[in-house]
């Protein structure tokens, strides 16, 4: 039987998280934090998402809060029993002043597979943020599954950013090929949004060979690289953060 399970993350700006709800495969639990960051870490319960499964994460971060949510692990997408693909949305809402770094585990597609991931946030326009996405296609020696993702931003109820991608059997052709992946099995992007952009935009910067900063039109920068590992992703993504937006 396929599943359903919301989980809710909601900060305030004394530190507290008035909501914390858990539900089916997605538990959330708040850790310890070093620093100005009230830190919520999510914790696979079970395997998830399989085929048709319906999962989502909606956090909430009010005016003047400042929340880190990472996990515990990487999430796996895998095959189940239904032939329907499983959906797993994130819903993101940072209100004024507020501060919100969403630095996940990577997502492994793997074989057999087929998901459709959805990120949408909603920025007040004091708001910052930081988010990571990262994608490993395939287990070691594996070909990867069916992987769609989109990443939706507004800031101040505008559109900022827009991105859909799609990876593996069904995926537009070439997504493999020298234009996208070129034989890659890793690919992720880091996204930053501050205010301060605005005075002082970011400048287009090449990280190594297969990473790059690209300002975008508004007050943000977008970090994408592609690798041919998860640890080598991890170590671009982590210079794209130290250059745009150290803790």
Known sequence: MSLRATARITADA???????VSEGPLAVRRTRAAGPYTRVTLVGAMSAPLGGDRLAVETEV???????????????????R????????????????????????????????????????????TARLVLREEQVLGRHGEPPGTLRTRLTVHRAGRPLLDQELA???GAPGGWDGGAVLGGHRATGQLLVVDPDFEEKPDVPRLLGEHAAITPLAGPGALATAV????LTLRRLLDEALELLAPA
């Open 14 to 20: 004394d530190g507290g998280l008035p909501l914390l």
């Open 62 to 80: 009010r005016d003047g809060a400042r929340l880190l949510v990472d996990a515990a692990a990487a999430t796996l997408a895998l095959p189940g």
């Open 82 to 125: 239904s032939a329907e693909p499983a959906a797993y949305d994130v819903r993101i809402t940072v209100g004024g002043e507020g501060v919100l770094r969403w630095l996940p585990e990577p997502l492994v597609s793997v074989h057999g597979s087929d998901l459709r991931m959805r990120t949408v946030v909603a920025l007040a326009p």
């Open 167 to 169: 990876y593996g059997p």
């Open 227 to 230: 690798a041919p590992d998860a």
